[in-house]
């Protein structure tokens, strides 16, 4: 194999890595947004407010593919779908 190839094989797979990286943040962010709320706000966890905190970490307009993207990265670290 090239060098040329292997190379970019490397990238495609550290672009993976990044993505993977950001969603996984992303996911802590919205949980850990949602948990401070509901402890230090006393504001009620709901499916609705986590996927509000979800779009505001993966900064996209939809909640519902905010919440997608969460219920994703929760099934690749062994927790079943939220719905």
């Given at each position: 194999m090239?060098?040329?190839?292997?190379?970019?094989r490397e990238s495609r797979q550290s672009d993976?890595?990044?993505l993977r990286l950001h969603r996984l943040e992303g996911s802590t962010q919205a949980a850990l947004a949602t948990l401070?709320?509901?402890l230090i706000e006393n504001v009620?966890?709901?499916?609705a407010g986590l996927a509000r905190e979800a779009a505001i970490a993966f900064d996209l307009q939809d909640d519902q593919q905010?919440?997608?993207v969460m219920d994703e990265?929760?099934?690749t670290?062994?927790?079943?779908?939220?719905?």
């Open positions: 090239s060098a040329q190839r292997e190379t970019g993976v890595d990044l401070r709320r509901s009620p966890p709901t499916r905010a919440l997608a990265i929760a099934q670290v062994g927790i079943s779908a939220f719905s």
